[in-house]
Every structure is written in C-alpha cells, then in structure tokens.
C-alpha cells in the first residue's frame, strides 16, 4: 500500500479498514480501527482479551471489554478473517531470538 498520497493530502480518507497485530503465532494479537482495539496483550495482565475505544479512551486506560460486547464481536470477525491464512511463524520474535543469541 502506498502511504505517500494519503501523507500529502491527495487521497482522503484511510488506507486500511483495520490494522492487525500477531506476536508468538498468534498467542497474542490486536486488531485496531480507527474507532476500537481488540487486543490480547503480552503483558502480566493475565490471558484475558481487553478492548479499547479508541475515539473516547485513545490512551486505553478504560478496558470496555464486558462493556461492548457488539464492538467485540465486529472486530472479532475482523481478526479472524484476516488470521484464517496466516501460518505459524517458523522464526523467534526478537526477544526471544536475543536471548538465544546471548546464551549462544
């Protein structure tokens, strides 16, 4: 996709509907619109899904996940049908290739 017409002002609008995230093959992953995030963070926050909107709370401090269980199904289906093709990643992620570098 190129960003260069959307940075100069000659197309309006976005250039995707959704921006995806997936770390670990998949253990944790994020769906973004302009609107919400959908998200299951890598942090020690326990393995629960946490949902943001983005509109209202663009610092994610107020979790809607139990709030909005409509903006979690929406972007729920978006995630999945964007991971349905993805394959395991057969490489580390960087912390863990660094690590691994170090004990090597």
Not at 4 to 17: A, F, R, S
Not at 61 to 79: G, H
């Amino acid at each position: 996709m190129n960003l260069i017409p959307y940075v100069t002002g000659q197309k309006d609008g976005v250039p995707h509907e959704a921006l995806y995230w997936r770390m670990e093959s998949g253990k944790h992953w994020a769906v973004r619109t302009q609107a919400a995030k959908y998200l299951l963070p890598r942090t020690d926050v326990g393995d629960k899904p946490m949902l943001f909107d983005m509109e209202r709370d663009p610092y994610e401090s107020n979790d809607i996940v139990n709030e909005r269980p409509e903006l979690r199904q929406q972007l729920a289906a978006l995630w999945n049908q964007w991971n349905a093709k993805n394959q395991p990643n057969q490489y580390l992620q960087a912390g863990a290739y660094q690590k691994a570098r170090l004990k090597f």
